[in-house]
C-alpha cells in the first residue's frame, strides 16, 4: 500500500427490506459509488440470491454491482470473508469509490463486521452509514414500543431451544429472538407463554407478514427472514 495515500471504503446499511428506508446520507453515498459489493447468499452464473441486491436494484446506480459470496451456513467462514474482503480491497486499492452494503443495520450481525475488521487492520478508512436494524422495524410494523423509560431490553440470536428463550421470558423485559426458523413448534411455544409479542417476517417486502396470534402462525413455514419480538 502506497504509504501517502490514504484508503477510503464507505459502508451503507440498507434497512431491513423497504428500499425507502434508506438513510438520504446512505442512498447518496450509493449514488456516488464506482463499485458496490453486496453479499450474497448463491452466486451461479447469473443466478444470484441476495436480499441487499433485491434492494439496492430498485435504485438508479451508475456503480457496478459486484456480489460477495457469503453462503448463509458452512465452514471456512474466517477464509470466506478473507476472500470477500481481498475482493473489495483491490477495488479500493485501485482508488475507486468502493461502497459495501449490509441488509439492516451494518454492525449487527452482519457480514459488514468481518470486512471492517480487516480494513481497520490494513488502515483503510471506513465511513460508515448506519441502517434501519429489522427488530427496530419489528416495533413499529406491530405498532408496540420495543421500551420505555428506564426498561433494558434482550436480543438472543439463532437459540438452540425453547427452554433457553423460556428462561429470558422469566426477565421483565423485552426480547428480540433473530435467526429463529432453526427452532420448530412456535405456535405451541407461544402459546404456552403469557407474553405478548409481535412475530415478523420478510418486513419491507411485498411477502411481509405480521401477526400477534399463534393461531395465524398455524402451518407457515418460517423463513429465514423473520424474528419476534416480545414485548414486557
Ligand atoms: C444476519 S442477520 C441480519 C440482521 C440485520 N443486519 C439487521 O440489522 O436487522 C439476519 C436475521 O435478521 C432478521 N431480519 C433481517 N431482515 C429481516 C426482515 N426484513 N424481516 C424479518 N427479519 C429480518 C432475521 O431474524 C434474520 O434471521
Known amino acids: ?3 501517502k495515500q490514504t484508503y477510503k471504503l464507505t459502508a451503507v ?27 450474497a447468499s448463491k452466486v451461479d452464473g447469473d443466478q444470484i440470491n441476495s436480499h441487499s441486491l433485491k434492494i439496492i436494484s430498485t435504485y438508479e446506480l451508475k456503480g457496478k ?6 453462503p ?25 469509490k468502493v461502497a459495501v452494503v ?3 443495520e451494518l454492525l449487527f450481525y452482519s457480514t459488514f463486521g468481518y470486512i471492517l475488521r480487516r480494513a481497520q487492520r490494513d488502515a483503510i478508512t471506513c465511513d460508515c452509514i448506519p441502517g434501519i436494524p429489522a427488530f427496530a422495524h419489528a416495533g413499529s410494523a406491530g405498532q408496540v414500543s420495543i421500551v ?14 425453547f427452554e433457553q428463550i423460556e428462561k429470558e421470558l422469566q426477565e421483565e423485559q423485552s426480547l428480540v429472538v ?3 426458523k432453526f427452532l420448530k413448534g412456535w405456535p405451541e411455544f407461544l402459546r404456552k407463554q403469557n407474553r405478548n409479542f409481535v412475530y415478523v417476517e420478510k418486513l419491507g417486502t411485498t411477502e411481509e407478514f405480521v401477526c400477534s396470534n399463534p393461531d395465524e402462525m398455524e402451518g407457515r413455514e418460517i423463513p429465514y427472514f423473520s424474528l419476534i ?4
Open 1 to 3: 500500500m502506497n504509504e
Open 13 to 39: 446499511g440498507l434497512g431491513p427490506g423497504d428500499p425507502e428506508l434508506i438513510s438520504v446520507k446512505g442512498l447518496k453515498a450509493l449514488q456516488n459509488a464506482e463499485e458496490i459489493f453486496f453479499p
Open 65 to 70: 454491482l459486484t456480489p460477495l459470496h457469503i
Open 72 to 96: 448463509m451456513t458452512g465452514k471456512n467462514r474466517e477464509e470466506m470473508y478473507d476472500a470477500a474482503y481481498e475482493l473489495i480491497k483491490s477495488s479500493v486499492l485501485e482508488g475507486k
Open 102 to 104: 449490509s441488509e439492516g
Open 148 to 161: 420505555e423509560g428506564e426498561e433494558s431490553f434482550k436480543v438472543l440470536a439463532k437459540p438452540a431451544t
Open 178 to 180: 433473530m435467526k429463529m
Open 229 to 232: 419480538l416480545f414485548t414486557r
